[in-house]
């Protein structure tokens, strides 16, 4: 006889997929109290990485309820924010974080739920019909460059976006997924957790990122695939440099068994994949995605994975590059990346102009420009912030960084545009020293000379002990533009 299969393992326990069935019965059975139908009421929901995640989750599908995922990092201004934004009914808060939600679930007139209390209920006797074109989640833009936005995913969206990762990247039940990212992001919720489940794998959730545990776990034999965003490869790297001879082996030896690493969530620096490739053996693969489109473009499982690159679409996904006109523009020409396909949004919750402002004859504009070569695409970034006008070019904010890694001197970096009288643009860079490095707005010109045009190299320059990032680990440009505006 077969033991049952193990869905979650967690800080709250090993839980089999008949505990996660029994569990989400049970938050259904709360949401629901007396009702049939939570008919599409929004539940937003704070609940730290864990089992009780998942059951809350699947419990408000199986209510007829909306998910509606809150960032553990945020501050309650920016919770109250989503509440309110979203119009929640219900607010479901574990015991770590009741205090901070309460008062706000009170205010916002939407009824608290307590985890404990919904995994304690009598499992619901007869469950809602689901149509597939249901309203099932509500995740919030990043906010990277303005206020964040709800976008809606229909469960047929949610279904189309998991079939095709699970198609591209080969998904099986013998897969173990060792999970660190946040989950009110899709990189963590569609690609982690959701993928793993579809699948009937097994998805381990850490409690948080620590480099120490999860380089236990890498090197253990028991994990097959592992997805997170470049600062969490960058620290593994630290970590790994940190340790001893036998424990470097050791490391690096072990994380060769696994099937599959991916990054994503934000540009990788060639730098840190190749540093990866050395210590690890694999070349990471990756990806690109938005919160309204799931994922869109992979490198191959099986095939060439191109640095600086995010490779070809994903099955069941059109792409095409266009200029400002719409037209479409030629390979080798950079252009805004439009998405079309079943794994695309919905709607913007609420904002019904903003939600037709994006999209062009059902394409979806990104905002992001790429350019197409030799079948595979690579980001020159956003047209918000990663495209600098300056002096009459168009120059690509994410090639400069690129470069400027390559100094000496420099950890990390990011670079903007600042509004400029005689340039349009001044190109501006905040950078992060390695420890005991100096350097000054002229050395870096200098030295820079030899690689970049002219009016690429930077005309001023900002140390940071951080630069300023999201949950994601995104580095947050209008912040990083205001360091220059304040001076």
Known sequence: MTSPRRAIIASDGVFTYDDLDDASKRVAGSLLADNDDLNQTRVAFLVHPSFAYAAVQRGIWRAGGVAVPLAVSHPPSELEYVIRDSAAGVV???????????????????????????LRATPADRLPHLGSNRRAMIIYTSGTTGRPKGAVSTHQIIGAQIASLVEAWRWTPADHLLLVLPLHHVHGIINGL???????????????FDAEHVWARLSSGEVTVFTAVPTIYNRLIASWDAASPDERRRRSDG?????????????????????????SGHTLLERYGMTEIGMALSNPLNGNRRPGCVGAPLPGVEVRLVDEAGAEVDDGTPGELEVRGPSVFLEYWRR???TSAAFRDGWFRTGDVAVLENGSYRLLGRTSVDIIKTGGYKVSALEIEEV??????IAECAVVGVSDEDWGECVSAAVELRQGA?????????????????YKIPRALQEVSALPRNAMGKVVKPEVAGLFKSR
């Open 92 to 118: 479901v808060a574990d015991k770590a974080s009741a205090p901070a939600l309460a008062p706000i679930a009170r205010a916002a007139h939407a009824r608290l739920v307590l985890v404990d209390d919904a």
């Open 194 to 208: 959701g993928s793993a489940l579809a699948v009937r794998a097994t998805c381990e959730i850490a409690p948080a």
């Open 255 to 279: 994380v060769r068994g696994l099937r599959l690493m991916m990054s994503g969530s934000a540009a990788l620096p060639v730098k840190t994949l190749e540093r990866w490739r050395e210590i």
């Open 352 to 354: 019904p102009e903003e």
């Open 404 to 409: 400027l890694r390559t100094h000496p001197a």
């Open 438 to 454: 100096t350097l000054s707005l002229d050395d870096l010109q200098q030295w820079a000379r030899p690689q970049l045009a002219p």
